[in-house]
């Protein structure tokens, strides 16, 4: 017979639904960065060339174009992975899992006003295309938006590395997520932060470790996707409430009531045990 009360069912279907969620939302983020970066953005984006480049995207405008939006459905995704995420790490500690939520959010901002440059370059396309011929600076002004769009990127993934550092810490200490699972994700979130303070700062080596701890991110997809919809949240989670058998009224000590939620800190539940064993004495 179950005996978990209500609420605790309830608050554990919550975070089930909002496992399958993040899985659902990281699994469409997948797809959709895959083809726009690497067919795309990548694809089309040839470095220190910047002739090659305008020519590559004039010529392939639409896939460019088509890149762009997904790039925007990425980020969208993000706010959505970040409410789930935070909803499902919220019983390991609710302040940490907002937090966690929050670094994500404000990683989806930049990386959309990081998007906004890459359209851009499909306005300066366009209007040459409607001129009938490409100006001497278009090159050059197209270069420069796709470095302003690198360059933000680099500044929202060092937010995106804290993010899923957060997300290693509540996962480590959830009780319901592998912890080596957690330690891959910890491990990815500590390349991002590498990787991009090297590509902004100067005096620090450029380095490619995220295209290595990057899967810590997969791994936790792949996780979501087979465990979620099974989690069970430990009774007595890091502070969050805790299930406690409490004397029924009118009887002796020996006889509970099923478990119920409580709260209350630990002298509150000691002390209103006692009075209730009292009070049932003959």
Aim: glycine residues 8%; contains cysteine; neutral net charge.
């Amino acid at each position: 017979m179950n005996t978990k009360p209500a609420m605790g069912r309830s608050a554990e279907q919550a975070v089930r639904q909002a496992g399958r969620l993040a899985d659902a939302a990281l699994i469409a983020m997948a797809m959709l960065a895959g083809f726009s970066y690497v067919v795309a953005i990548d694809g089309l984006v040839t470095e220190s060339d910047a002739l090659r480049t305008t020519q590559d995207i004039a010529a392939s405008i639409g896939t460019f174009r088509a890149g762009v939006i997904c790039l925007a459905l990425v980020a969208a995704l993000d706010v959505v992975v970040a409410w789930a995420l935070g909803r499902f790490f919220a019983p390991a500690r609710r302040g940490l899992a907002v937090l966690a939520a929050w670094l994500r959010v404000l990683y989806a901002g930049v990386f959309a006003v990081a998007i906004a440059h890459l359209y851009r370059v499909v306005g300066l396309l366009g209007d040459a295309t409607t001129a009938g011929s490409l100006t001497e600076s278009l090159p050059v002004e197209v270069m420069a938006a796709a470095a302003r769009f690198t360059t933000l990127w680099d500044v929202g993934l060092i937010l995106f590395g804290l993010h899923l550092l957060a997300i290693a810490w509540l996962a480590y200490w959830s009780g319901y997520v592998a912890r080596l699972l957690a330690v891959l994700v910890g491990i990815a979130g500590v390349g991002y932060v590498v990787d991009s303070l090297g590509a902004l700062l100067a005096f620090l080596p450029s380095t490619s470790a995220s295209s290595v701890t990057f899967v810590g991110e997969l791994v936790l997809a792949l996780w979501l996707l087979a465990r979620a919809h099974r989690v069970e949240l430990d009774p007595r989670p890091p502070g969050g409430a805790t299930f406690i058998d409490v004397p029924s009224e009118g009887q002796h000590g020996s006889t509970t009531q099923p478990a119920q939620l409580d709260d209350r800190s630990s002298d509150e539940r000691l002390f209103s045990i006692a009075r209730r064993r009292q009070g049932a004495q003959p």
